[in-house]
Every structure is written in C-alpha cells, then in structure tokens.
C-alpha cells in the first residue's frame, strides 16, 4: 500500500512539474504586452507626425516611392468617406482614387492650430481636424474641408483604419 501511495505521490509530483514547467514555457512565447499609449502632448506630437508624414506623401503622389510611403501608412482594410467621392472599402480603391483625383492636381495643408488629438484606449488615436487644398505648385488655396482619422497601433507600427473628409468649400477669399 506505501509503494502504491508513493508511485501516486510521485506521479502528481511529475505531472504538477509537467504542467509547471509547460505553462512556463507557454508564458515565454506569448508577446510582451504592448506598451501604453503616449498620453497628453506626446500623443497629439506623434499623431502630428504621423499626419505630417502622411499628407508629404500625399503632396507628392506623382512619385512612385512616395505613392508607397502614402499606402503603408493606411491598414488594408482602410473604410475611406468622402462627402463629394463616397465611400471606398480597401486601400487599394483608396489609392486608386488619390492616383486619378489628387496626384500632381493638389496639395493639402493642415490648417494651423486645428489639429485635436484624442486617445483611443487599446486602439490608437483619434485625429480631428482642418485642412486646405491648394494648388500643387504652392499658389492659391481653393477650398477647404474637415476631417477625421482614426490611428490603429499594432506594436510601434500605427496605420490610418478609418478616414472621414466632409465639409467640404469654397476657401474663403478664395478667387
């Protein structure tokens, strides 16, 4: 009876090492937790950057390499409205579209001080706010719009999901 208790008391001993040692091992695989999200000014700077990078390559779409800087910064499944164009499903309708409608015919600029920033907790960041279009070459600036940006982090990797253009005019003093 004492070697049968002892082979069970050694057996639950294997299998609880077993399962500790598995469960270890598990826990080394799984991916560190992601690190917070920028919080205040250092949020609304890096989505800033990410706004700035974006529309430099949108300003400069003619380009090949920069038509692909532009598309790497928006998820694949990119849902893309515009109040005057509708909607777009993908990235690649979306760039398809940028290729025909704004490469070489317009730049955007942001206008200044409209830029809010608004955190997205286990998301991202939402991006609201104004912009121009302008002539390409730098000249006049024909109208205006509004917008919103919905920003994903997926590690240190942030892509634009959810894009909203409306509102959009006639620039003011505009001729």
């Not at 001080?113 to 002539?135: D, N, Q, W």
Request: overall charge positive; proline content about 5%.
């Amino acid at each position: 009876m004492f070697a049968r208790a002892s082979k069970a008391a050694r057996a639950a001993g294997y299998t609880a090492v077993m399962i500790a040692a598995m469960s270890g091992a598990v826990a080394a695989k799984q991916p560190a937790a992601p690190s917070p999200l920028p919080e205040g000014q250092a949020l609304t700077d890096l989505v800033a950057g990410l706004d700035t990078q974006l529309f430099d390559s949108f300003n400069r779409c003619a380009d090949p390499a920069q038509l692909a800087r532009h598309a790497a910064l928006f998820d694949e499944k990119v849902e893309f409205y515009h109040d005057r164009g509708g909607v777009t499903w993908n990235r690649e309708r979306m760039l398809e579209n940028t290729r025909r409608n704004v490469c070489g015919k317009i730049r955007r600029e942001l206008v200044q001080g409209s830029l809010r920033v608004y955190p997205l907790p286990g998301f991202g960041a939402m991006e609201i706010g104004e912009h121009r279009f302008c002539a390409p070459d730098g000249g006049v600036c024909e109208g205006r719009g509004e917008f919103v940006v919905l920003w994903h982090r997926d590690g240190d990797a942030w892509r634009a999901t959810r894009v909203l253009s409306y509102a959009h005019r006639a620039e003011a003093g505009a001729r």
